[in-house]
């Protein structure tokens, strides 16, 4: 069943390990800078999720909140089309949808000099 924890702060086991699995953490915050600052109190950032009405706040929470994948007023953002990795120290690059080539796949400049 999924599970709800509510701990005591940032600093709590709950709030700054990677769970997998139906389960959230859940913290009351002040204001949106607050929000904000709680969700990026973290070493990892795989993914996240923001509920509101407010397009606007919408977008500046995205832009502020260091995750790889955001959902806006839903649970998951992973599509197959689409990167999915994370920020920090989630992930390993990214899977999925054309950034998946850069993962797999590196990069290399030769160049011949054709005057000599």
Do not use: C
């Not at 204001?31 to 407010?54: H, R, V």
């Not at 790889?68 to 990214?94: A, C, D, E, I």
């Amino acid at each position: 069943p999924p599970t709800v924890l509510i701990p005591k702060d940032t600093k709590a086991k709950a709030w700054q390990e990677e769970i997998f699995g139906p389960v959230v953490a859940v913290l009351p915050f002040e204001d949106e800078a607050d929000a904000i600052a709680k969700a990026n109190d973290s070493i990892y950032g795989l993914s996240g999720s923001i509920y509101t009405s407010n397009l606007g706040k919408a977008l500046r929470v995205s832009r502020a909140v260091e995750t790889g994948n955001l959902s806006v007023n839903s649970h998951s953002s992973v599509r197959y089309w689409t990167p999915f990795g994370g920020f920090k120290q989630s992930g390993l690059g990214r899977a999925l949808g054309p950034d998946s080539l850069d993962m797999y796949t590196e990069t290399k400049n030769v160049f011949f000099n054709q005057e000599m």
